[in-house]
């Protein structure tokens, strides 16, 4: 089913474009399970919701159907939709009383992260949501190198920003090992990011702490 952007532009999901070759590298990458970043991580929070860790779920699109065939009486295929307005970030939820704004990015460089993986609007949310003192990050994978990374979303806002007077395209893996929290695979949850967020979380409490002590 064709899916358009606001602007009527089609919309493409990388992970379901991925070649039936790169597919089968990929399951034997990741111990042959063959799971996208957005199954892993739909995998992940069903683990902290059963186990009453967080409460954190996948946004639904917001979709106007424009084109519907009924093949049988009781059942209806949507054969072409459009997202109502644009899509903001891929997660949200509640742990520990924080609210989680997330979004999910992978890529195949092995030294940078492409801004172009973003949109301004989603950009533009997460600022939105900081000033609410929301805690917002991406979850990054780096495929060519089976690293995952949560990048929180105050220097990647400084690099969308920078590059519109000149900065960088991307942002270095040097600078988001630096900035950001690496994330190991396990079983249970298969992307326990959680972890990296308690880490996120004392550095934010350390920040405060230090403006209260000025």
Known sequence: MPLHYPNGNLYHNDAKAQPKKQMAR???RFDNRGMSLEEEINESNQFYRAHDIAVIYKKPLPLQIVK???PKRSAAVIKEAYFRQPSTTDYNGVYRGYYLDFEAKETKNKASFPLKNFHQHQIEHMRHCLRQ??????????????????????????????????????IPLTDIETNGFEVHYALKPRIPYLTAIDQFIATLTIEKGDHHGQ
């Open 133 to 170: 003192a929301g805690i917002c990050f991406v979850i990054m994978r780096f495929v060519s190198l089976n690293r995952l990374f949560v990048y929180p979303a105050s220097p990647l806002i400084a690099y969308w920003d920078q590059q519109n007077t000149g900065g960088r395209k991307s």
């Open 68 to 70: 519907v065939d009924y």
């Open 26 to 28: 990929s399951q034997t």
